[in-house]
């Protein structure tokens, strides 16, 4: 079964700053998919990134960037440059690929509070 | 675009009595999920479906049944609400296979409470 593992305490980061939120994953299928999600307190749930697990380039969106490390099977989120309205949830999710494999799974998220 | 949406946003109950969350989308998506969101424990899968006529449970579908009524709609229906579904509905559907095939567009949630 797939498991995602998010373990971080609530973050302060310093506006500007990087911060990196940790992910780690457990699966046995060799074809996945890693998703970031934030989620700011209004509730909505917003997609970050992806990442395939057989790309052989970290995924990059902006200023968010996925520090993937399959052989540790780490699929850590860089936020560059924080702003305040980075204060948010973040969670991990993974997809498995494959006939019959139709779901995305989370972690349990990391809260970020961005301060001025 | 609509994308995904969910009604009601707001519901309180008693304990014991019945309700629908409705759910549609407008993206001509295959597969739709229902998801419950608890403090401290992320986003647990309830129930999905795959295509329309198909249902399959998830993580965590005791107390709860759904109807894939069509290909846009997806409802979760509870049939004797307990205080320990007090939480907040997501209902997703999933994107196109691809580049980020498995990403999943939410509605705006459904924040239910039992007494």
């Known amino acids: 079964a797939q498991k995602i593992t998010q373990t971080q305490p609530g973050m302060f980061v310093q506006e500007k700053e990087a911060v990196t939120l940790d992910c780690t994953y457990d699966t046995s299928d060799p074809s996945y998919g890693l998703f970031w999600y934030k989620q700011p307190s209004s509730g909505e749930m917003i997609f970050l990134i992806y990442q395939g697990s057989y790309d052989q380039q970290n995924a990059t969106e902006g200023r968010y960037s996925l520090n993937f490390q399959k052989a540790r099977k780490s699929a850590n989120l860089v936020i560059s440059a924080s702003q305040l309205g980075d204060s948010a949830m973040y969670f991990c999710?993974?997809?498995?690929?494959?006939?019959?494999?139709?779901?995305?799974?989370f972690g349990k998220g990391n809260q970020v509070v961005v301060i001025p | 675009n609509a994308g995904v949406t969910q009604t009601p946003k707001f519901q309180v109950l008693k304990t014991g009595q019945s309700m629908t969350l409705q759910c549609a989308q407008d993206?001509?998506?295959?597969?739709m999920y229902w998801y419950r969101q608890d403090p401290g424990m992320g986003l647990r899968l309830i129930y999905y479906?795959?295509?329309?006529?198909?249902?399959d449970k998830g993580e965590v579908p005791n107390g709860y049944n759904v109807s894939r009524l069509n290909k846009r709609e997806f409802s979760l229906r509870l049939e004797s609400a307990a205080p320990s579904q007090t939480s907040v509905y997501f209902c997703?559907?999933?994107?196109?296979?691809?580049?980020?095939?498995?990403?999943?567009?939410f509605g705006e949630g459904s924040r239910l409470t039992v007494l």
């Open positions: 997703a559907s999933r994107g196109l296979a691809g580049a980020r095939a498995g990403e999943l567009f």
């Open positions: 479906s795959a295509s329309e006529g198909t249902t």
């Open positions: 993206m001509n998506h295959n597969s």
């Open positions: 999710a993974m997809r498995v690929e494959g006939y019959g494999n139709n779901r995305l799974a």
